[in-house]
């Protein structure tokens, strides 16, 4: 119950879905926990169910100052960062024929720009041999009808995440990332499409996955812990699919 006793760790996207799920675990394995979004209505309605030493900080990560205005309230709050967990993203659809350059930007801005940005932030302040964790997703890896942009970010996202394994190797800080597949999150319910779309489109995702469900964000919660904790203590570098097995057939 204390794999990550004394620990600080700052986790983006964190008042919903995979974030929360995760803020509880950390908590309840002794971290001390900066609870991070962009609703303070929904921050509000998270620090309701949480329990431990942790703060809220209202920050959008697709906007450069609240980046900064995060690692500040982090490190006043702290002193030190052992875990950053980047995990914020969003996944409005559209098809190649439609894609907006607003699009492209909020997609660029929040998933892409957002975590380089707070990784730039709390680099000074991340102790050695801490640990810097991204939320990606598979998406990269298939090609799914509609999220043209929303894979190219987290395409992105991964090749950074390479580079910045090899950059913090002196400091012994690893860098992961997380690749979920289809997730029982609210994601699904701010892609801008009709519920009756986004249920079939649920099920379609399903049948798609050997274990022939959705995950849960607590799977994933997990998974982060793992490697957040010492257990992980040798993982650097990769990119661990969470998706039932559905990137491997």
């Given at each position: 119950m204390n794999k990550l006793k004394n620990k600080v760790a700052v986790i983006t996207g964190a008042n919903s879905g995979i974030g929360l799920a995760t803020a509880k675990l950390y908590l309840k394995e002794g971290a001390k926990v900066v609870v991070?979004?962009?609703r303070q209505e929904a921050l509000d309605e998270a620090k309701k169910e949480l329990e431990g030493d942790f703060i809220t900080v209202k920050a959008d990560v697709s906007?450069?100052?609240?980046n900064?205005?995060?690692?500040?309230?982090a490190v006043k709050a702290y002193g030190t960062i052992d875990i950053l967990f980047l995990n914020a993203g969003i996944a409005p659809v559209s098809l190649?024929?439609?894609?907006?350059?607003?699009h492209y930007d909020t997609l660029f801005n929040t998933n892409v720009k957002g975590p380089i940005l707070a990784t730039k932030e709390?680099?000074?302040h991340i102790n050695d041999g801490g640990t810097i964790l991204f939320t990606n997703s598979i998406v990269h890896q298939k090609g799914f009808d509609g999220l043209g942009v929303y894979s190219a970010t987290k395409g992105a996202l991964r090749a950074y995440q390479r580079v910045l394994t090899s950059e913090l190797k002196s400091r012994g800080i690893r860098v992961n990332s997380i690749a979920p597949g289809p997730i029982d999150t609210p994601i699904y319910d701010k892609m801008g499409l009709p519920a009756d779309v986004v249920e079939e489109m649920?099920?379609?995702?399903?049948q798609q996955v050997p274990l022939g469900r959705f995950g849960t964000s607590e799977e994933i919660a997990k998974t982060a812990l793992f490697l957040a904790s010492e257990e992980a203590s040798y993982i650097n570098?990769?990119?661990?699919e969470v998706d039932g097995g559905l990137s491997q057939i």
């Open positions: 991070s979004g962009r906007i450069p100052e609240d900064i205005h995060l690692i500040k309230e190649t024929n439609e894609i907006t350059e607003e709390a680099l000074g649920g099920k379609g995702f399903a570098g990769i990119e661990l």
